[in-house]
């Protein structure tokens, strides 16, 4: 089976082996997910060391096509997984960098460097990319792709002057084109196709998509490139995380014809859906499990459960490969709110539905982020059929969006806390660059901040006219605190079990997490298990003595508080654990 997937579609090793003095050598660098200035940030609680990483399946994507249609070898370098594993504090980071580079590389010339920009924070990254690539290897041509780059063009190019051209949108027929090309910087200059240049700006072209049609044509990932050790979960949450665990992510489409008005996705993979046959899906998946031993999987399209017949197609094929399924980017609650689906669902591999729930208040899905669904009894509905099958059911919400009342907001508070969700996910509404609320917000002027690394999903970079940035963060922390620690719906219902799931991941990623002990010691007590009740005490006390931000957590809650002075905590002004803000993932 091994050796026929291989071969059916074109993946990969024996491509590498093709050497002859007209290989290309194409180097992807993938700049690491946090801003720089907390990588370089001395204080600890900043997300330094915190970096949540998957695999990075545009590059891989990429590099699987090259393979297959051009003599080119492919070398990843995922900053992140080097960041957070080698780079120590106080380690200047062009040195690094180029130390990666380097030993990544090891003899020979690269041809191409590909910058993989998918998110705004990597903003900072660019030009020490660029131009450490440039003085390492000579005559390389640096291209930039992804979504940062497709959406903030003159942005990129005026961070990173060194970077020679932009890829809009998908990458592969553009990149292909680009390394078969005579010479590659007349090919940029010239080809609109996929390619953006500083000039085709100044001459106003109007770029335009190239993409591959029929993703059947896309070979596997080149998986080989990367160590699937490297990408062993960091929260529960993208992928299931125990030690026998491995996790690939999938994503067996591409496009949303939906309109949602906090989301990017669209101007990378266009409106108009393209998906892989359910052959072709199952094929990648013995793949994986065989050659990697992958036995968790993250479905990341944008919308997987849109194309009905096809989902339950690939879930029955599924349920007879005993692998875990995970949907960590939000499944559409509009196309689950059956038995048949969720039973599907279930017996494919599926424990913890992550829900898109997004709001609880009809108006606000529907005139505020233009959902395509606006009923919440849905969420009911769904949440209650889940539960029914003993599945977990989390929820991803998000508050403070130009239009949304205050009102509004604390009915959606109050709605995550009634609808029973085993954990929620609270972000605050962020202006992505080539979201229609990127667009609301520059035109009315109300960006807090303009800098690419500010837009986080915990920070409040839009100015409300009710409420100030800091009460929406206070609130969005309090929230989360409330609903998954405080009233967690597992702790009251007699699931304690259920309930330390969340529990002890919180404390794992967050030690002095002094709620997640409080309530650990909680379950403990209703599973009578007195010693490590006991120990979680014990930590509870330890981080609400060492910490005035835990403490007054604990008095605003009505925690118990001893050895701290009561009078002396204060309840106002708390910020939360830095990391716990940074990461919206976390709880
Ligand atoms: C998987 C995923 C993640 C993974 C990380 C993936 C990784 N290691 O690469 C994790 C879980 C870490 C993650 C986190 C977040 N994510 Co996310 N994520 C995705 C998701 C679902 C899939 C990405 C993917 O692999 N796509 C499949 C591949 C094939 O496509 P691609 O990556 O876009 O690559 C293609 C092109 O971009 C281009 N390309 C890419 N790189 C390069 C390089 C070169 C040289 C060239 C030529 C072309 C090129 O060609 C590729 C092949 O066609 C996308 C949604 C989406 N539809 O893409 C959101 C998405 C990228 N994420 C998004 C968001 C908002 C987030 C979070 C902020 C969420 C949160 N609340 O915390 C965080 C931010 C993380 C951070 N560090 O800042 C937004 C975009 C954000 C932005 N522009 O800043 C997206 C678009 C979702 C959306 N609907 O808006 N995410
Ligand atoms: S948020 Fe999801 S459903 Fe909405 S447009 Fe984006 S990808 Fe589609």
Redesign the pocket.
């Known amino acids: 089976m091994q050796n026929g997937i291989h071969k059916k579609n074109g993946a990969t090793n024996g491509f590498d082996k093709l050497k002859s003095k007209d290989m290309k050598h194409v180097l992807?660098v993938?700049p690491p997910?946090?801003p720089m200035q907390d990588l370089l940030d001395p204080d600890p609680s900043k997300s330094f060391g915190y970096?949540?990483?998957?695999?990075?399946?545009?590059?891989l994507?990429?590099g699987g096509y090259l393979r297959k249609h051009s003599n080119t070898k492919v070398t990843i370098l995922?900053m992140?997984v080097h960041v957070r594993d080698e780079m120590k504090r106080g380690m200047d980071w062009n040195a690094f960098l180029k130390e990666c580079m380097l030993k990544k590389v090891g003899k020979g010339n690269i041809d191409i460097i590909?910058?993989?920009?998918?998110?705004?924070?990597?903003a900072s990254y660019l030009e020490s990319i660029a131009s450490v690539g440039k003085k390492v290897f000579s005559g390389v041509t640096v291209?930039?792709?992804?979504?940062?780059p497709?959406?903030l063009p003159e942005e990129v190019f005026r961070l990173g002057p060194s970077i020679d051209a932009i890829?809009y949108?998908?990458?592969?027929r553009?990149?292909l084109n680009l390394i078969n090309a005579k010479d590659r910087i007349q090919h940029l200059e010239t080809e609109t196709k996929g390619w953006i240049t500083k000039k085709s700006l100044i001459e106003k072209k109007k770029p335009a998509h190239d993409f591959v049609f029929d993703l059947d044509e896309i070979p596997f990932k080149s998986y080989d490139l990367v160590d699937f050790k490297n990408y062993k979960n960091l929260t529960r949450y993208?992928g299931e995380k125990n030690q026998q665990t491995v996790t690939a992510?999938l994503?067996t489409s591409?496009g949303?014809p939906y309109l949602c008005n906090?989301?990017?996705?669209h101007t990378?993979?266009s409106r108009k859906m393209r998906f892989n046959s359910p052959g072709r899906v199952i094929d990648e998946v013995r793949y994986l499990k065989e050659v990697h031993g992958v036995n968790v999987f993250c479905i990341?399209?944008?919308l997987f459960l849109v194309h009905r017949k096809r989902a339950l197609d690939i879930f029955e094929q599924l349920s007879k490969e005993n692998v875990t399924l995970e949907f960590?980017?939000g499944m559409s609650v509009f196309h689950m709110n059956d038995d048949v689906m969720i039973d599907a669902l279930k017996a494919a591999g599926l424990k913890m539905a992550t829900l898109a729930v997004e709001s609880g208040v009809e108006r606000v899905l529907r005139d505020v982020m233009k959902k395509p669904y606006t009923d919440s009894n849905i969420v009911i509905q769904v949440v209650e059929r889940l539960r029914r099958k003993n599945l977990y059911s989390r929820a991803f919400f998000v508050v403070g969006f130009p239009g949304e009342t205050k009102e509004e907001i604390r009915q959606t508070v109050d709605f995550s806390k009634n609808t029973g969700f085993n954990w929620i996910i609270i972000?605050l509404a962020?202006p992505?660059?080539?979201?229609d609320l990127y667009e609301e917000c520059k035109q009315k002027g109300i960006l807090i901040s303009e800098s690419l690394e500010d837009?986080?999903?915990s920070r409040a970079n839009i100015r409300l006219d009710h409420s100030s940035p800091e009460e929406m963060e206070a609130l969005r922390y309090e929230t989360t605190l409330e609903v998954n620690f405080v009233d967690n719906y597992d702790l009251n219902h007699g699931a304690p079990k259920q309930a330390l799931i969340g529990f002890k991941d919180a404390a794992e990623r967050i030690p002095a997490h002094a709620f997640a002990h409080y309530f650990s010691a909680k379950a403990y007590e209703q599973l009578g298990d007195k010693k490590e009740m006991d120990i979680s005490m014990a930590k509870y006390y330890d981080s609400i003595k060492k910490s005035v931000q835990w403490a007054g957590y604990a008095k605003k809650f009505g925690l118990p508080l001893i050895g701290v002075d009561n009078k002396k905590i204060d309840t106002k002004n708390l910020k939360g654990d830095g990391r716990f803000l940074v990461?919206?993932?976390v709880s």
Not at 114 to 122: D, E, L, R, T
């Open positions: 992807f993938v997910g946090v970096i949540v990483s998957s695999i990075p399946m545009g590059v994507s990429l995922d992140n590909g910058i993989s920009a998918i998110f705004n924070v990597n291209v930039a792709g992804g979504g940062l497709s959406n890829a949108g998908e990458g592969e553009p990149l993208h992510s994503m591409r949303c906090f989301c990017s996705s990378v993979h990341e399209d944008d960590p980017n972000s962020s992505i660059a080539g979201s837009f986080n999903f990461d919206g993932a």
